[in-house]
């Protein structure tokens, strides 16, 4: 579980701001929302297809930039 030390000096909003992003990183938002609502096995398929097209699109342009 992600998890920030403060010291009597530190600021509590770039504490939040860190913890948050440990959060982020360690994805238990997105975990929480995907076990929110029951989702048929179909639904997940359609949507682990479209996230691996989107990450194939996403990698094409990058590699079109450079």
């Known amino acids: 579980?992600?998890?920030v030390i403060l010291d009597d000096s530190?600021?509590?909003?770039?504490a939040?701001?860190?913890f948050k992003k440990q959060i982020e990183k360690a994805g238990v938002l997105s975990e929480l929302k995907k076990?929110?609502?029951?989702?048929?096995?179909?639904?997940?398929?359609k949507?682990?297809?479209a996230a691996?097209?989107?990450r194939?699109?996403?990698?094409?342009?990058?590699?079109n930039m450079s």
């Open 16 to 18: 939040l701001r860190r």
């Open 35 to 45: 076990r929110q609502h029951y989702e048929k096995p179909s639904v997940q398929r």
């Open 10 to 14: 530190d600021n509590f909003d770039i």
């Open 1 to 3: 579980m992600p998890g």
């Open 52 to 54: 691996a097209r989107k």
């Open 56 to 63: 194939l699109l996403k990698k094409m342009r990058k590699m």
């Open 47 to 49: 949507k682990k297809k």
